[in-house]
């Protein structure tokens, strides 16, 4: 993982969405970004079963992000961060998306950007 280039993503996001304290709010990101929000629970069994079968928790589908309510808090930001990593890092991989997630709540040197 090239951590520059992962940082330089996440500023950009901070930058573009105004953030400048934590805690962040992922759904805010979401919107920003103009993707729909739908619940699991708000799903037809069907399309529910479908998007388990990518994650038990969360997944982002053309313009629409996925998730399940149900889940800790922390978890759903988490995975809304994962589906978020997948999306700015271009990447299919799982460890890169959550490596993004990880450091986008953690992020060094807040104050001075690289």
Known sequence: MDFGKLYEIIYKIYDECD??????????????????????SELTP????????????????????????????????????HELGHKFLGTESEDNADCFASHFFSTPYFDSPI
Not at 20 to 36: K, T
Not at 49 to 77: F, G, M
């Open 46 to 81: 069907k399309k529910r079963d479908a998007c388990r079968q990518l994650s038990e928790d969360a997944c982002l589908i053309k313009d629409t992000l996925y998730y399940d309510e149900n889940a800790h808090p922390r978890r759903i930001q988490f995975s809304i961060a």
């Open 19 to 40: 953030i400048v304290a934590f805690p962040i709010d992922c759904f805010d990101i979401i919107r920003r970004y103009r993707y729909h929000i739908v619940k699991y």
